[in-house]
């Protein structure tokens, strides 16, 4: 999708979905979202409202970065270490994000006492990549939901400034 719609979309209050549905093969780790990893991952914290707000300022600021690719990307890190591949410290660490929720295997993998978890640090997490269709190295935890919105305005002012060496 589009990053302009996909902005768009968030804005408005709109969380977008795919029609597409893993096949069994695919049951505890899917190379890609789908209809589960939306419906079972996502809609369920929409019932949290700095959740829904965290979304929809995303659209925002999102959508405001998208002349700048670079910034876009690190922005959409930090989105990835949020929303998708996000841990929550309340009750002992547990998922909340998406990617994590709609993935059996990766779920196991993330909260393996061996996988690093460090407290979320949006520089960190603006500058740190996923890797696609693999489990990650290490989970960024949050404190609270109440804590997105913040984190938010950080990642968004960290991702507009260059890395290293002058260069987006």
Known sequence: ?????FSGLLRSRRLPT???????TDL???KVPDMFHDIFGHAPLLSIAAYR???ERFGEISGGLL?????????????KWTI???LISEDGVRAYGAGLMSSAGELDHALDAGVPKPPFDPRAAVGTPHTPAAYQRQYFVIG???ELGEHLEHMARH????AKGGRR
């Open 18 to 24: 795919t029609v597409h549905i893993r096949s069994r």
């Open 67 to 79: 002349h700048d690719r670079a910034a876009s990307a690190r922005l959409g890190n930090g989105f």
């Open 53 to 55: 707000e965290f979304l």
């Open 28 to 30: 505890k780790h899917s």
């Open 1 to 5: 999708m589009p990053g302009e719609v």
């Open 144 to 146: 609270g939901f109440a």
């Open 159 to 162: 991702a507009q400034v260059p």
């Open 84 to 86: 998708e591949y996000g």
